[in-house]
Nanobody
Framework: QVQLVESGGGLVQAGDSLRLSCAASGRTFSNYSMGWFRQAPGKEREFVVSISRSGASTSYTDSVKGRFTISRDNAKNTVYLQMNSLKPEDTAVYYC??????????WGQGTQVTVSS
């Protein structure tokens, strides 16, 4: 099992940047592909981006391409989400998750990102 703790959320203005971090503990971090998801008020949780175990491969949802960048540091057991040019529609609770096969059984508690216009 792996435990995940997100940090770095906050209140920013449109156009600003934030970097989220997700620190992992427990099983070997490099064994897991990782993903970031978000859930806005009144909406279902949605996929944002994922990164392979080595970091060589990433996949982004269209709405964040060119603005968000995922990275990982396996030596620090941490995955990051750099978010630039933030928009009010990016407001959500952001979660990181660890993937096994095609599912994400391990989740963090989430961190709130609020973007004001």
């Amino acid at each position: 099992q792996v435990q995940l703790v997100e940090s770095g959320g906050g209140l920013v203005q449109a156009g600003d940047s934030l970097r989220l971090s997700c620190a992992a503990s427990g099983r070997t971090f490099s064994n897991y592909s990782m993903g970031w998801f978000r859930q806005a008020p009144g909406k279902e949780r949605e996929f944002v981006v994922s990164i392979s175990r080595s970091g060589a491969s990433t996949s982004y949802t269209d709405s964040v391409k060119g603005r968000f960048t995922i990275s990982r540091d396996n030596a620090k057991n941490t995955v990051y989400l750099q978010m630039n040019s933030l928009k009010p529609e990016d407001t959500a609770v952001y979660y990181c998750a660890a993937r096994i096969g095609s599912t994400y059984p391990y989740w963090g508690q989430g961190t709130q990102v609020t973007v004001s216009s």
